[in-house]
């Protein structure tokens, strides 16, 4: 995969839940711009090998490396293959892995609470942490975790989501603080609505609304949320930690009254 304009070129990065969907477009875009990827993935094996081939056929470099980012300890495996795959060194992470289930408020038990929080946010700590480790000693990195604008903006259904990533927001923030000093940037990303295949036919009306509210009149594309992610990562974004970057085509910038 040629280098668009070479801004990762020596890079070496981890982006979690690389199989499909939002993950897929950062790790392609990140070997766009000449970084070597590790593609993680916990159950999408086949998904991620896609990734990966992808970019080795193009000439770039990729490995997948699978883990489950609700243990603790398979998070920092996880991490410490990475670095060695990248030659002892591991430049950037991305912490997009996540779930979306929905379910009412009312009636939801602890567990199904905890489930959430631990698949979006405890493994986002874990990893953050463990790569820290590694960049702390090669002259830093950068990390940066995929959020979303409903961190801002609840939506029903979603209140074990919203929450979790309502703290990934300020974990990263909290990060960018102590991990400043070490030369490590720590910022988030929030998406809004990205496409994927079948969504118009499964919430025709959830993306006509949306459709509307943008003022760009169009949903997401993985690569978009890429593009914010190589921009975080990448020299571009040298003086920029402990920030939000809503890339929602504008619809945050609409009233709600």
Known sequence: MPAVSGLLEGQAALVTGAGGGIGRGIALRFAEEGAAVAVHCRTSLGAADEVAARIRDTGGRAVVLRADLTVEEECRRLVAEAAEWGGGRLTALVNNAGVQPVQELAGMT??????????????????????????????????????????????????HYCASKAAVVMHARSAALEYGPYGIRVNTVSPGLVDRPGLAEDWPEGVRRWQQAAPSGRLGRPEDIGDACVFLASPLASWITGHDLVVDGGVSARPTW
């Open 110 to 159: 602890a567990a199904e609470w905890r489930a959430v929080v631990d698949a979006n946010l405890t493994g986002v700590f874990a990893c953050t942490q463990a790569a820290v480790e590694v960049m702390r000693g090669a002259g830093g990195g950068t990390v940066t975790h995929i959020a979303s604008v409903e961190a801002t903006h609840p939506a029903p259904l979603h209140a």
